[in-house]
């Protein structure tokens, strides 16, 4: 019994300190979300920190346990939504309309997904993602 306690507690522990990442957006229902990262070592290894089935109303609620500050990426059929997570964030995201790749894009060996940085709701004006925005939008 104490060893299921001791167990428990470590995982709610972990969940405790992982950034949230939630939203709703109609046009994924019944679509799989995954949040990955990629590192660069001496290839690229992607790693995936979380994923999550967007339910009938639009819901979807991503975690990701992170240490330090990261760039992590959502694979939106046309569209790569990036992300910026900090250490014990939370972010309320808008995701672009779901658009499917055609089967002429699929079979083009260089086509590769327009690269988005996500919108967000309610967003501190010292985010990290707004500043990036805010710089892209003045560039």
Known sequence: MRKLL????LFASLSLFASQITGV??????KTLVLSTEHDGWGVT???LDTCVVEKDGSFSLQANVEKTIQA????GRYKGVIYIEK?????????LRKEVS???KLNPYFKPQTLLLSFNNLPADDLNRKIADFEDSF
Do not use: C, F, M
């Open 46 to 48: 992607k790693e995936i």
């Open 6 to 9: 001791v167990i428990t507690y």
């Open 88 to 96: 014990d964030k939370d972010y309320s995201i808008n995701l672009p």
């Open 103 to 105: 089967r002429k894009e």
């Open 25 to 30: 957006a109609p046009s994924y229902a019944g």
């Open 73 to 76: 990426q959502l694979n939106l």
